[in-house]
């Protein structure tokens, strides 16, 4: 017995005549017909009396008819949940406990990594072992090496801070020990700390990542003569600071997609200015061969853009 046959008989029972089944199914009355005596010598039953060019089902028919459509929906179900299985064989979850790996990394992870479906999410406080164990996540880009026996945990990236300023404004705020003359060199490379910072204003995007709650207790650093306006939203800081063209902070990661080619940048070699991003899975998934894919393109990605910064 085929399940296209107990098809056959469903849309024929609902059709009431062969011709009419025969025009939903695509196939021909005769072919059809075959089908249809064929299941019935496989049952051993008659499903149908014909009457007039009408297939009446008989009492065995209508007894039957249920059992099928029960066959078929399982049938069915079987399918779909061999898709699912199939769908999550090239699907990976991977959790960024901030938006600088996730915006820098994911881009070139999804470009390179074929056949497979990155999920990624940004959920700062979602990144820990218990949401990793759990089986939430696949991976977990976390802040910190987490030190437990059932994870492994690997340095993915470094991202440091740097101080922003327009070309066009670069009086908008004073450095200590650096001139303005210097800063309009194109070749300039100098740094800077939080403290030497003086009389100006900064703009800074804060979307609540890892990094911007580690830098918020630096930027307690500042000098009073420095104002600081703290923006929530992206577009918001975007319009104002293409308006205002006045000083922000960003960092490595960030400047590589966001710098127009009008802003001198000035590493910020505060105790707190740099940041390590840490890749972690669970012991023993590496075997699969999406993670492991995975792996090993994070490590080239992430090699690229050690060699980019020296």
Known sequence: METRQLQHFLVVARARTLTEAAETLHITQPALSMSIRRLEEILGVSLFRRERRQMILTEAGKALLSRAEAVLNAEEALRFAARELAREEVRLRIAFCDPGPYWYFVPRLAATLQGVTIEPV??????????LCSGR?????????????????????????????????????TIEGVSVEELADPHFQGTARMADLRAG???????????SRQKRSLHEA????????VYRDFFLFRHDLMTSKAPTFTTEMVRTYRDDGTRRFILMTDEKGDIGYWLNWRRGEE?????????????EHAKSYEAAQK
């Open 137 to 173: 996540y696949d991976c977990v880009v976390s802040a910190e090496e987490w030190n437990e026996e059932d994870i492994a945990s690997q340095l993915w990236a470094i991202d440091r801070t740097y101080l922003s300023l327009s070309t066009d404004r670069l009086d908008a705020l």
């Open 222 to 229: 500042l000098h009073p003569s420095v104002k600081m306006t």
């Open 201 to 211: 204003e900064i703009c800074f995007l804060d979307l609540d990542g890892a990094f």
């Open 287 to 299: 075997s699969r061969d999406v993670l492991r894919r995975f792996l090993e393109l994070a490590s």
């Open 122 to 131: 940004l959920v700062p406080d979602d990144c820990t072992p218990e949401a």
